[in-house]
């Protein structure tokens, strides 16, 4: 049976998840070797529950013990709830918990790369991606449009952040993922597993996104850049293909999570 633990100090231990550890500190919590995250909103929670996440504890208010927070209690034998005041709380997460839930949940072990990309057809890798909207963005496309996994380079945003997790609506928990072993060369290792390789970037020689005959390679490794400078100048030589959203009354790019929902789309294979 759950317990449940009224909070009235912000010292007390139970609550430093969710209010004084950092992200760099839940990835490295001493309580397991993987981590933890923090997931919000009771959709999301039972999101990740069902894509099998272990939850540690639950933070709300007390009057969604047995309104929002009453499914994912029910199905989470033996959690600590933890609750409070809504001024107390506000004080402890910095503002007001407008979606009622937050959860403390145990990191898994990464896959390895082959192993998600064993039967993909379509993959995304983000390279350099640092900003926690854009990685939440880019991956609710990713799960909305068909993408099969997404491949990030180590200096990529983590998608397990908090904002990340959130702007994705629990996507994070839909598509398989994985951080890439180096954020070089990793087009070999891509046409290894059998994909083609293409880069979106402006240059003199891109090919227009709609190009047919990009829709019928049968497996597509789908390179997307960082938010200011773009993909690194090493990427984009070595990748198969060179791609670009054409664009009107002289805008120049997207940003790279607009831009992946279109290349998603417009790329899906034409089988499905």
Not at 71 to 88: K, Y
Not at 150 to 157: E, R
Not at 209 to 237: F, S
């Amino acid at each position: 049976m759950s317990s449940i633990i009224r909070l009235t100090s912000l010292t007390q231990p139970e609550a430093l998840p969710f209010s004084r550890l950092t992200e760099r500190q839940l990835r490295h919590h001493p309580t397991t070797t993987q981590g933890l995250f923090i997931a919000e909103s009771p959709k999301v929670i039972l999101t990740a529950l069902q894509a099998g996440y272990e939850p540690v504890s639950l933070l709300c208010e007390e009057r969604h013990i047995t309104g929002d927070a009453a499914p994912i209690i029910a199905r989470c034998a033996n959690i600590q709830v933890l609750t409070g005041s809504r001024t107390l709380l506000t004080q402890l997460t910095g503002y007001t918990l407008t979606r009622g839930v937050l959860c403390a949940m145990r990191r898994r072990p990464l896959p390895p790369v082959e192993t998600i990309c064993e039967q993909a057809q379509r993959i995304a890798v983000v390279d350099g991606v640092c900003d926690t909207t854009n990685i939440g963005a880019i991956f609710r496309a990713a799960a909305a449009l068909d993408i099969d996994s997404v491949l990030l380079t180590p200096d990529s945003c983590d998608p397990l952040n908090r904002r990340s997790i959130r702007v994705s609506m629990g996507s994070v928990f839909l598509v398989p993922w994985t951080f890439l072993p180096t954020h070089t060369n990793y087009t070999s290792l891509l046409r290894e597993l059998g994909f083609v390789t293409l880069a979106m970037a402006l240059t003199d020689n891109s090919l227009p996104l709609n190009t047919p005959l990009l829709k019928q390679i049968p497996r597509l490794a789908i390179i997307l850049g960082t938010e200011g400078d773009g993909l690194r100048k090493e990427v984009i030589t070595a990748a198969d293909y060179v791609v670009r959203i054409p664009m009107a009354h002289g805008v120049d790019s997207l940003n790279v999570a607009a831009a992946s929902a279109v290349a998603f789309w417009e790329l899906r294979t034409i089988s499905r």
